[in-house]
């Protein structure tokens, strides 16, 4: 038997809008035994599934018990017992009792989600596709601009005779606009760093590579080189790594004592690159076999043999830094190093070609290094980032503009004399011990970054700029492995002399090992590690120093 109930309620809220009552309206109700609900499955404010204790519908029909009830609008409303049933019924003390069903919210709580699973996982997999893909394409566009940016400076230096670094131009240009935006709006300083920090990470994860390839090409250069003087080169390159480590680290003792400066530590965080992945490799070892099989059976395919020996080569160079990245801490820093297994993987896939081809292993590496334009190899792609990484300097430089403000005195005083020191005294011992003048000038800038040393020697003339980036990366070594023991034994506690010395006698190899261990001198080591070369360019570029160099080399 079925009654009819006019319920007539002047306060029904919506959970989903808290504080918000309901247009008052009749509700007409249906009562019956089974006491079933018949309300619309979703809610008209929020538009999601919900019992019609928590919604608010004005034309909801629901059951309830078969009496008549009458509702007094100032009636409290309360919680029943949990049962089967999600209705309103009449309270013990005559009040309406709203009861949401326990039951419903487990229905509800797995029905609903399942609902829209499916809807949720497309979802956040476009957004994380979306986001990879304006990811790259900012990392494309900033270092897009830093290339570019150098081969623009490096064309119109050549086109207007000027013998100065076009990169290191670019270099103080990016600062000089930094530093103004810095001054006047900060924020456009900040978007400004922002925007390039993709091309920056970039350049700081695949640094020691671009290092590379004249490891590579290095049985080429050092094949008309008698081996007598390859031996005093070598004397050359260790006495004169330790010499301006003593020089560069007790210079900031003697200024720190003059000018007694505090040293802070809030200093500007340094980003670090994630590191490799396997997916990563899997994808070069796939391009590497590719390219190798189709240079094999067509070693024109790609037009010259060089430009189709390109893609192995390079693949062979990222997949061994990417081996040597990965390996224990104690055999990269005394055993192999990620840039020695590099130059390892190159000239052992150089190896097995020219056996395979019959071409012969100095044709592959020749390939490999053309120093031609328009027919380059894999080492001419990676040396072309070295103008970049110049470039690039002026980004670490400015994060670290108040360190360098406040230790200005120990940074620039010991920067000149060990950057002046390690030129002369080269150029003195090398006279001493009677190593041909070619070879002397070739090894001057030794403590200087490859990208910055090559630049330095093209100031002269008849030198090897090979045998140039060699020796730089053969100090690089000694200091990565050597530096914090020799340090220990002088004595050089202080973290400014630690990193300020580390920087100028082994520049970046040497920066990486001691930054591992003793962060608080990472600071120092990134602004002496560019201030270094930036120094010996700048003075090597004036003619007077030159031929005093010259002169002095016999």
Not at 73 to 95: F, Q, V, W, Y
Not at 203 to 220: A, D, K, S
Not at 248 to 259: D, E, N, Q, S
């Amino acid at each position: 038997m079925a009654a009819t109930t006019m319920i007539r309620i002047t306060t029904l809220r919506c959970r989903h809008h808290i504080g918000l009552s309901c247009v008052s309206r009749p509700i007409l109700a249906t009562t019956s035994v089974a006491r079933s609900c018949t309300l619309p499955p979703r809610c008209r404010r929020c538009r999601l599934l919900a019992p019609h204790s928590s919604c608010c519908s004005p034309s909801s029909s629901v059951t309830v018990s078969p009496r008549r009830v009458r509702v007094r609008p100032t009636a409290a409303l309360k919680r029943i017992p949990g049962s089967n049933t999600s209705c309103m019924g009449p309270a013990d003390n005559g009040a309406t009792t709203l009861q949401r069903s326990s039951s419903f919210d487990l229905r509800r709580s797995l029905i609903v989600p399942n609902s829209t699973a499916g809807t949720g996982d497309a979802s956040a997999a476009s957004s994380r596709l979306l986001s990879a893909i304006l990811g790259v394409a900012h990392l494309l566009v900033s270092l897009g601009i830093v290339f570019a940016t150098d081969k623009f400076l490096k064309q119109a230096f050549v086109a207007a005779s000027i013998k100065f670094p076009s990169a290191l131009f670019g270099m103080f240009s990016v600062f000089s606009v930094l530093v103004v935006f810095d001054t006047f709006v900060p924020a456009l300083a900040k978007a400004f760093m922002d925007f390039f920090a993709p091309a920056t990470l970039f350049i700081q994860r695949w640094l020691p590579l671009f290092y590379v390839p004249t490891l590579v090409v290095l049985p080429l250069a050092v094949r008309d080189v008698p081996a007598a003087s390859g031996l005093k080169i070598f004397a050359i390159t260790f006495g004169g790594w330790f010499a301006t480590l003593v020089v560069a680290g007790y210079t900031v003792l003697a200024v720190r004592k003059l000018v007694k400066t505090e040293l802070i530590t809030d200093t500007e965080p340094m980003s670090k690159p994630s590191p490799f992945s396997t997916s990563e490799i899997w994808a070069w070892s796939a391009i590497f076999v590719a390219s190798f099989g189709v240079a094999y059976f067509n070693p024109t395919a790609l037009g010259t043999t060089a430009i189709t020996c390109l893609p192995f080569l390079l693949a062979a160079n990222v997949l061994g830094y990417m081996v040597g990245s990965g390996l224990p801490a104690g055999v990269k820093k005394k055993v192999l190093h990620p840039i020695i297994s590099s130059a390892l993987s190159a000239d052992l896939a150089a190896v097995a070609y020219g056996y395979l081809s019959g071409s012969g292993l100095a044709a592959v590496l020749g390939d490999y290094l053309t120093k031609a334009p328009s027919n380059p190899g894999a080492g001419d792609v990676l040396m072309g980032f070295l103008g970049s990484v110049i470039i690039s300097f002026a980004f670490s430089m400015f994060k670290q503009r108040k360190l360098v403000k406040r230790h200005a005195a120990e940074i620039f005083t010991s920067v000149a004399i060990a950057s002046t020191f390690s030129l002369y005294s080269t150029a003195v011992i090398g006279r001493l011990i009677g190593l041909e003048p070619s070879l002397t000038i070739s090894i001057l800038p030794r403590c200087i970054t490859v990208a910055l040393a090559l630049s330095i020697v093209s100031f002269f003339e008849g030198v090897n700029s090979t045998l140039t980036a060699a020796v730089v990366v053969l100090t690089g070594l000694i200091g990565a492995n050597f530096v914090q023991a020799a340090m220990d034994k002088l004595g050089l506690n202080d973290p400014i002399a630690r990193g300020i010395g580390t920087a100028s006698s082994a520049h970046g190899l040497g920066t990486a090992a001691l930054s591992a261990k003793e962060p608080e001198a990472l600071p120092f080591c990134a602004i002496a590690y560019g201030l270094t070369g930036i120094f010996g360019s700048l003075i090597c570029s004036v003619p007077a120093v030159r031929q005093s160099l010259v002169f002095i080399a016999g």
